[in-house]
């Protein structure tokens, strides 16, 4: 309430000084208003036709440079997004070509080291069976020795204790 009566007063000071000093100022002489008002159309015409002919155009120049300028923008950001999204597509498909390739050679690594271990295991068995046909020929030559070392040894002691009894046997005779 306080700042429209404020305000009040305000507007109503103002009317007043302008009608008390209407005499003195120019712009409220009836006398002069036909003059105020060509000045005005003067005036208002040159701005008019200035802000037409002037800063109209220039600022829908300035307007449509921008518009170009945005669309050329949004062009080449679209240009751009596409050759992004083809390079990633090429990057992609190289990865996957790539992660083919290693399983492709792991697969074949897989396969060489499996046929190594089983050459490996191959041979070690052959070995193995070598090793235990050579242990089986050198006991059976061993055993071949003992056996003619035992038989000749047998012989031997055979044809000692055959003297030894001759030997008996003729003492025995001879007595």
């Known amino acids: 309430m306080k700042v429209n009566h404020l305000i009040l007063r305000v507007i109503l000071f103002l009317c007043c000084s302008v009608s008390l000093h ?33 800063v109209i155009p220039s600022i829908v120049k300035l307007k449509d440079k921008r518009k170009n300028r945005i669309l050329d923008t949004l062009e080449k950001t679209s240009k751009i997004n596409k050759e992004i ?23 074949d690594i897989n396969k060489k080291v499996a046929k190594l271990t089983r050459q490996k295991n191959e041979a070690f068995e052959e070995y193995k069976t070598e090793q235990n046909n050579m242990s089986q020929a050198k006991i059976v030559s061993t055993q071949k020795i003992y056996h003619k070392t035992f038989h000749a040894d047998v012989n031997k002691l055979t044809k000692i204790i055959l003297q030894k009894i001759n030997l008996q046997q003729y003492e025995n005779k001879v007595k």
């Open 22 to 54: 209407a005499e003195q100022l120019p712009q409220f002489d009836s006398k002069k208003y036909s003059q105020q008002v060509f000045w005005l159309i003067i005036i208002f015409s040159l701005l008019y036709t200035f802000i037409k002919y002037f």
């Open 85 to 107: 999204m083809k390079i990633e597509k090429e990057i992609n498909e190289t990865q996957l070509d790539i992660l083919q390739t290693e399983i492709a050679i792991n697969d």
